[in-house]
């Protein structure tokens, strides 16, 4: 199937072919994304966690603690390059035997078939994975049309000519596979980069997770009323639940578990294997409680800090009909991401297996359709998308352990500040959150000169406690925030804001200044407040 135009005069020499199968590659990344949207099936998502486990510890603390969420953008950024270059050469093989055969139809079905290959190998989806294959045939394709007329590919005109239709194909053929991409993800239940909990993500019963199963009412009303009520009116200060709950996970792909085949099974050292599938869950009738989840990466006065309502059902009866005889009494809990954390069976028979969140069905991003919750322990524990739960024998290390972080244990206290307002009286006011796990918080207090002298700040009732199936409630939550505020008279110019927080057992937040690496930042917030800036 020779064309007129031999094959050598399609395609350019050297640097040019290498553009065209660049462009080819860009169209084949896109052509996955529109195939899939930001789902586990896209191209990116294996390369990304894949890069994220082999990261040095240092690098990803670095990345977590300096860059925050630039980081993790960054680590995708690099798994999209790997892509592109691995497409790249897939279609500079097909081109180059196509050259040595002289066969048009070599690189126009080799290429794409080369990509869907790799693709198919990276993913493990292959009819998925043909969106990829469709990019890059697009791009070959068109070049290959185009260089019917025109100058030899040899020429150096002709060569430009068929690298600019080259890289013409692939940005239109991009753009098309973006937006068809981005409204298959926004589809799938939002949320691509994990982010915050916006609208795509709140929406009910998301239908890539729960379209096959019954789904519960969560009725959080009463606690969600309360919340409301107890929250503190003041510009920039999230609500007592969060309106915006932050999200860690280490690949910035979610999982998307279709909640009918979803189960969790208790395997290991027990005398039992009990397996709960999601109706097993969805039957019982729920709690509804407060919990905080606070990340250890977070810088001290940062944004990882969150409380939400949370729907299900206490851990301990589930663990009691396994009957564990674990020597280590400790725990491995491992996820549908292929997460795993090893902590305590302490830890974990105050756990919670949350199914609801904030009155609605877990989002994707917070670890749909069910979530492990350990209340007053760092985030890194309550383990999304929760698939097991195996008792071990001996200790091990957890997925962050192994990169060096100390974050299974209970949280450290802190108060942050990150508000202030001018009051009607013309006073200023400075706020924010505190918290302290399961210990509570008792007080905050204030100093506006730098840590001289202190004053105590007003803070928010305590939230109450668990509503729905619960014995004996008790009148507060055992692990949510509150808020503080405090208004002054400003002093001429600038002055420095210190704040700190008592815990519950009387115990003030530690003054000693630690990063985040590896066991959670200390020290006290302070901030230079400028009263001519505070509007
Ligand atoms: N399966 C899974 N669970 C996970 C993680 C993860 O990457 N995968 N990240 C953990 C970390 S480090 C934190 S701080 C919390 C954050 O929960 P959120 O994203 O719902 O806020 O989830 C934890 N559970
Ligand atoms: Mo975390």
């Known amino acids: 199937m020779t064309g007129d135009t031999p094959l050598a005069d399609r395609y350019p020499p050297g640097a040019g072919t290498v553009a065209i199968a660049v462009a080819a590659g860009t169209a084949a990344l896109l052509g996955s994304f529109a195939a899939v949207g930001f789902a586990p099936g896209f191209v990116v998502a294996p390369v990304e966690s894949t890069l994220s486990r082999v990261m040095p510890g240092f690098l990803i603390a670095f990345a977590i603690t300096v860059l925050g969420d630039l980081g993790q953008q960054l680590n995708l950024a690099m798994a999209g390059a790997v892509v592109v270059v691995l497409y790249a050469q897939a279609v500079v093989v097909a081109v180059t035997a196509g050259r040595r ?125 309360a919340a409301a009520e107890r929250t503190f009116e003041f510009d920039g200060l999230e609500p007592l639940v969060s309106e915006r709950f932050f999200n860690v996970s280490y690949s910035s792909v979610s999982p998307t578990p279709d909640a009918a085949d979803w189960s969790l099974s208790v395997t290991g050292e027990v005398e039992e294997e009990p397996s709960y599938d999601y109706d097993d869950l969805a039957e019982r009738e729920f709690q509804h409680r407060f919990v905080a989840l606070r990340c250890v990466g977070e810088s001290l006065n940062g944004k990882k800090l969150d409380t939400a309502v949370w729907s299900g059902v206490p851990l301990a009866p589930l663990i009691e009909e396994a009957k564990p005889n674990s020597d280590c009494d400790c725990v491995m809990v491992r996820a549908a991401d292929d997460y795993y954390e090893e902590f305590p069976l302490e830890a974990l028979e105050t756990g919670f297996l949350a199914l609801g969140m904030n009155g609605e069905p877990l989002p994707r991003s917070h670890g749909a359709p069910v979530r492990l919750l350990v209340p007053g322990h760092w985030g890194e524990i309550s383990v999304k998308w929760i698939t097991e739960i195996a008792f071990l024998e001996r200790e091990a290390d957890g997925y962050w352990e192994r990169k060096g972080w100390h974050g299974t244990g209970p949280v450290e206290t802190v108060a942050k500040l990150h508000a202030t307002a001018r009051t009607e009286d013309g006073r200023l006011a400075v706020g924010g959150h505190a918290y302290a796990g399961t210990r509570g918080i008792e007080r905050v207090e204030v100093s506006t000169d730098g840590g001289d002298t202190w004053t105590d700040a007003e803070l928010t009732e305590r939230l109450p406690g668990p509503t729905g199936a619960v014995d004996d409630p008790p009148e507060h939550a055992a692990d949510a925030w509150r808020q503080w505020r405090y208004a002054y008279d400003p002093p001429d110019g600038s002055h420095e804001v210190v704040v700190r927080a008592t815990d519950g057992t009387g115990t003030v937040q530690p003054e000693t200044e630690r990063d985040a690496y590896p066991s959670g930042a200390t020290g006290w917030v302070s901030r230079t407040v400028d009263p001519g800036s505070v509007g």
């Open 101 to 225: 055969l002289d066969e048009r139809v070599v690189p126009l079905l080799g290429g794409p078939a080369l990509v869907w290959g790799v693709t198919a190998a990276l993913t493990g989806r292959p009819v998925l994975s043909l969106g990829a294959a469709v990019g890059a045939g697009v791009v070959l394709a068109v070049t290959d049309v185009s260089a019917s007329r025109g100058p030899a590919a040899r020429t150096p005109s002709g060569g430009r000519r068929r690298v600019l239709t080259a890289v013409g194909a692939a940005v239109g053929a991009s753009a098309l596979g973006y937006v068809v991409g981005r409204d298959g993800t926004a589809a799938a239940g939002g949320d691509p980069n994990g982010g915050d909990t916006g609208d795509g993500d709140r929406r009910r019963s998301d239908p890539a997770i729960y379209g096959d199963v019954e789904v519960p009412t969560f009725d959080a009303d009463d606690q969600l009323a």
